[in-house]
Nanobody, 123 residues
């Protein structure tokens, strides 16, 4: 099992940046594919970005490509980051870190979830 704790959310103006962190417990962190998801009020949880177990491959939702970066995972610190630039109001959501031993980037493919961190983008 792995436990996940997100941090780094907050209030930012449109066009600004934030970096989210996801710290994982356990010695098997490097076995997991890591993903970021978000859920806006009244909407379903959606995929944002993911990074492979090796860190060699990254994947993004079309809505965040070119603005967000899931950085190379730090396996020594059991941490993965999401750098968010050029933020828009529509990026406002609770952001969740998730982990899976499987492939696939839909919500159902991920087995472990953090508690979420709020990101609010103001105009």
């Amino acid at each position: 099992q792995v436990q996940l704790v997100e941090s780094g959310g907050g209030l930012v103006q449109a066009g600004g940046s934030l970096r989210l962190s996801c710290a994982a417990s356990g010695r098997t962190f490097r076995r997991y594919r890591m993903g970021w998801f978000r859920q806006a009020p009244g909407k379903e949880r959606e995929f944002v970005a993911a990074i492979s177990r090796s860190g060699g491959s990254t994947y993004y939702a079309d809505s965040v490509k070119g603005r967000f970066t899931i950085s190379s995972r730090d396996n020594a610190k059991n941490t993965v980051y999401l750098q968010m630039n050029s933020l828009k109001r529509e990026d406002t959501a609770v952001y969740y870190c998730a982990a899976t031993l499987r492939l696939g980037d839909d919500v159902g493919s991920y087995d472990y979830w953090g508690q979420g961190t709020q990101v609010t983008v103001s105009s």
